[in-house]
């Protein structure tokens, strides 16, 4: 039986009455296996297994869950638990009583709202204010669904009262909206459980026990939805401590007044941590009693021996940091794959991720674009390969792409006229061709191959007088090339400007600096903050595109910054493409959001940029509460080391940092945190999509 291996506290949950059971499960503490020891004990007391609902937070745990008691009970007898998320199991029900309903993703769904939003004409109208978007309405109107069981009006007004005006058109829109997805049969992962709830309202699926874990992260929808199955007996596994999701629409006072709204409710604490050692359990504790006390806890130390107290690193720059975890890293004897670097927000993990590929230690990292895939720091990689290794030829072909009007096909052309007219030498057919006593480029006319076959095909170099050439440009032969259009020219033009200025420097710095300063970058940098701010309409959302190409030129600032570690070029290019590992899911150092490590631990962690502003982030925060509980997750993640770290000053930014209150209230800074001024906050016209980790 699954129960044999509880602990007393364990046990007394999972062998409750049933009724309303709420079960406090701190970090650490067992919370699975005291859920897989419930579903064991009604089993066992003879529970038919298909009136038992078990509803998770992801798939991945409701498996993990049911695996577990297939090695207690026959396979036949478990499989008709009903189990998986809210809308897995909701998906289910609707599918059997509306057999035509089409789930449909939120990319389609936001297409149909844009198609309904642009029938109205704003402009005509004179507002005291801007409209907000299609899109971000979208996403306040599918927030709304989860987060409130107002009317839309209500909820909205409360954020944006400036919007009154145009409400009722707002109103209007979502209206039109639900009528097109019932009309053709459409519905969004909040429609499940909306309609769900409509269903149960005069329907009943009878459950003699529903199950929900991570309880703490239900919305108001789904805590309706819980209401609304009726359920004989309800057992609820969470910790408020952490709640983490409020900006998802996670409600905490679904956990706060649980023993308010079910008056037999009981409450069992889960308050023995098996993970970490005594020194991080205390530091956790000192932090996390700040905020207000919902239920009385305090985590109790569940294994013993040798320990560490958790260590605070200070430095005096941002990327003195990160190059210093690196070090760490790199001397310890912790296998990379039990080592996490968790931060508040992922702009944080450029830094460490470059740092570690510095040092040959491959790392993954969980959610967002690895700083050396990102496209703007692979153009910057490609310009300084070619410098170091003139015949690499998809370097090139990737630098060539970004012209307007030139493929790879095209692009392989004008790398093979480049040699040729420089007699093998890449940069010598750039800056200065030989067009003299030079044989055919293509002898044998190969017409597929689309060179220079004959002086008959050569194109007229004449045609690119109107682009302002000097002399030295208009006499290059490539420009002859029958297939070159003006917009390739330009390209070219830019790019034999920056080689011009580049091939003969030899500090790596200067070369990256020279680039990153160059017309041709500077026209990359437009190209992608466009590309990354176009709206599916085709309209571009200048907010997001500004947001877009700050993140560009701060990712280019910090391969910068690395390049000046480095004398030569060749040792730059080598430990930035071709001696770093491979960053493949599955090994290295785990680079994490605080949201991406929740539920996961290690032996060793470190929880970077620990200052004000980072962490907590003041312009993200919902509540200072929550960044409290972000960094109560983040620290008991560490089972036997931890290491806090925090800079004091960012030498691109210019910026001073002061350490996080947290560290204060932790006990590792002396003195009292004093707050920062609060500044007035000013009514908002338009609302960008934000990195929210």
Known sequence: MPLSNLNEEQLNAATAPLGHNLIIASAGTGKTSTIVGRIGHLLHDGVEPSSILLLTFTNKAAGEMIARLEKFFPKNVVSKIVSGTFHAVSYRWLKEIYPNIALKQPSELKTLFRSIYEKRNFERMNLPMQPFSATFLYEQYSLYQNASLDSFDVWFLEKYEEHEPVMDIYMDIAEEFEREKIEFGFASFNDLLLRMNTYLKENTIAFKEVLVDEYQDTNTLQSALIDALKPESLFCVGDYDQSIYAFNGANIENIATYSTRYTDAKVFTLKTNYRSTAP????????????????????EVGRHGKTHPPRLLMYNDLFEQYQSIAQNIKQTHVPNDQIAVIFRNNSSADGVEASLREYDISCKRKGG????????????????????????????IHVFEYARGVGSALSKELFQCFLHFGEGRLMQGVLYPKVHDLPKLNPNKNVQLGLFDDDEEIGSAARFNSLGLNAKLMGHPLLKHPKLTSDAVSYFKEFHTLMNGVHQLENPADIVKNAINSSLYKGIVELLSTQRGRLKSGEIDEEKKKISKERIEKKATLLLKISGQYKELRRFVNAMVLGGNELSEGEGVNLLTVHASKGLEFPEVYVIDLVDGRFPNRKMMSSIEEERRLFYVAVTRAKDKLYLSLAKFDKVKKIDYKPSQFLHEAGLIKGEFIEPEKKEKKPKKKKEEVDLM
């Open 280 to 299: 991080i359990l205390s530091l956790a504790n000192r932090v996390i009693e700040k905020n207000e006390r919902i239920y009385p806890k305090k985590l």
């Open 369 to 396: 674009t690895s700083f050396f895939d990102a496209k703007e720091i692979k153009f910057l990689l490609d310009l300084t390969s070619l410098l170091v290794n003139p015949k690499d030829m998809m370097a090139f």
